[in-house]
């Protein structure tokens, strides 16, 4: 993995993955009627902190012993593989269209976190995405998998992200502090609810850190050998979330 970018691994006790282990309560709360099994994290543009809020989730529930898939679905612009510094040589386009078994080209990284990459882009992306086979290979995963977090592309962009997020069981926008255009945030949750996609929440990424912060409070260290804080942290953006 690109620890460097994944502060709930190489950081567990910096403000950024307590906002992750929040975010992880938060959701685990969020879906009252029965467990969260899948879900889709998208944004309305590229850039905006998607992957690094998906792969922070995914070591925070990797973390209560959540066997956890991390499944690329861009299969126009994948860079999953890329930032975490994978193969991409197979993945969910040799599954969709060649038969190949998932067990194969499934990788794991640390802490038994599983990816599941793009593999050769398809020239039919959507078509794949839509296919009974590709529900099929979600039933699949579900059987092997405490669960499946699917990296969307940006909603607007293509259709992909509106595909995907019927077929989970929630979906997660990301959206960039000072950089995400509140019009296409507007419209990207109008075109998720006209699928009737189950949103979850929002996640607010790239908040200053050293700003008045989440709710005009900061988060303080808890728990013992904790008294000095880590001043470097505060130097760094900080990753804050919530779910309304």
Same mark, same amino acid.
């Given at each position: 993995? $690109?620890?460097?970018?994944? %502060?709930?691994?190489?950081? #567990?006790?910096?403000?950024? +993955?307590? +906002? ?6 938060? @959701? $685990? ?10 879900? !889709? ?26 066997? !956890?898939? &991390? ?5 126009? /612009? ?17 599954? @969709?269209? $060649?038969?190949? #078994? ?7 990284? +640390? ?12 020239? =039919?992306?959507?078509? &794949? ?8 290979? @979600?039933?699949? &995963? ?10 969307? #592309? ?9 595909? @995907? ?21 507007? /419209? +990207? ?13 929002? !996640?607010?990424? %790239? ?8 709710? *005009?409070? $900061?988060?303080?260290?808890? *728990?013992? =050998? ?19």
């Amino acid at each position: 993995m $690109q620890q460097t970018q994944i %502060m709930s691994l190489v950081n #567990p006790k910096s403000l950024e +993955a307590e +906002a992750y282990r929040t975010l992880r309560t938060n @959701l $685990q709360f969020s879906t009252v009627a029965g467990e969260l099994k899948s879900m !889709v994290v998208t944004s309305t543009n590229a850039s905006e902190g998607k992957s690094t809020t998906m792969c922070n989730l995914a070591v925070s529930f990797a973390q209560t012993g959540k066997k !956890v898939l &991390l499944l690329e679905g861009d299969l126009r /612009r994948p860079r999953l593989h890329t930032y975490l510094g994978l193969s991409n040589l197979n993945g969910v386009s040799n599954v @969709l269209a $060649q038969n190949v #078994p998932f067990q194969e080209v499934i990788q794991s990284t +640390a802490l038994d976190i599983h990816v599941l990459t793009c593999g050769p882009i398809p020239p =039919n992306p959507a078509e &794949l995405l839509n296919s009974n086979r590709f529900k099929e290979l @979600l039933e699949e &995963l579900k059987q092997h998998f405490d669960l499946i977090l699917i990296d969307a #592309p940006p909603v607007g962009v293509v259709t992909d992200a509106a595909i @995907l997020s019927t077929l989970v069981d929630g979906t997660l926008m990301v959206v960039a502090s000072h950089q995400t255009d509140r019009d296409r945030a507007v /419209r +990207a949750m109008k075109l998720l609810q006209n699928v009737g996609a189950k949103v979850l929440g929002t !996640v607010l990424t %790239m908040v200053p850190a050293d700003g008045k912060g989440y709710y *005009g409070y $900061q988060y303080y260290e808890y *728990g013992a =050998n904790q008294s000095t804080k880590d001043t470097s942290v505060k130097k760094r953006r900080g990753v804050f979330s919530r779910l309304f």
